[in-house]
């Protein structure tokens, strides 16, 4: 059964980094897509980052040069690595996997960029 558990969340001023980590079981994370998304109050959940089981990465415009998606095969882990955070940044993130036609979703980490 896949098991998708994310950490690195918290509460960062603007300017600030923080780094969400997402440790995969019952799967192996270089096969299909891992990716990160994320939902503002009252928004739609919106693709933050993905990284394709070749390596290839992209990212929405809105986190372009800021953000970064990661993994580490050995560990089973994807990481996104975010600077430069602005208030807008502020939201649940989520970690995702995409393969076989089939989702899976880890429970959400909590980033609140703010003052």
């Known amino acids: 059964q896949v098991q998708l558990v994310e950490s690195g969340g918290g509460l960062v001023q603007p300017g600030g980094s923080l780094r969400l980590s997402c440790v995969a079981s019952?799967?192996?994370?270089?096969?299909?897509?891992m990716g990160w998304y994320r939902q503002a109050p009252g928004k739609q959940r919106e693709s933050v980052a993905v990284?394709?089981?070749?390596?290839?990465?992209s990212y929405a415009d809105s986190v372009k040069g800021r953000f970064t998606i990661s993994r580490d095969n050995a560990r089973n882990t994807v990481y996104l690595q975010m600077n430069s955070l602005k208030s807008e940044d502020t939201a649940v993130y989520y970690c995702n996997r995409r393969a076989f036609s089939k989702d899976s979703w880890g429970q959400g980490t909590q980033v609140t960029v703010s003052s």
């Open positions: 990284i394709l089981s070749d390596g290839t990465t």
């Open positions: 019952g799967v192996i994370i270089n096969v299909g897509t």
